[in-house]
């Protein structure tokens, strides 16, 4: 699903970092050797049919590449 930030994301959580992380090798391998997180926060986003809701938003992050592969869990309203 297609989707844009329409705001900050706040409330941000760590969910797992370092050697908890599955997807490590592979995030090494597309984006770079980094310190990876995933993170989880919540934020106004643009649908791609127009409609603008609050939506969980989940992502893996690393200091010196930045957010990479945002992607919505759940639709809040």
């Given at each position: 699903m297609y989707f844009e930030l329409v705001g900050e994301i706040s409330?941000?959580?760590t969910i797992?970092?370092?050697t908890?992380?599955?997807?490590?090798?592979?995030l090494w391998k597309f984006h770079g050797k980094g310190r990876w997180r995933k993170k989880k926060?919540?934020?106004k986003v643009r649908l791609s049919d127009a409609t603008i809701c609050t939506?969980?938003?989940h992502w893996y992050e690393a200091h010196g590449i930045?957010?990479?592969?945002?992607k919505i869990k759940r639709v809040l309203d």
């Open positions: 409330g941000i959580e797992a970092s370092g908890a992380i599955r997807e490590r090798k592979r926060g919540f934020a939506a969980e938003i930045g957010k990479k592969e945002l």
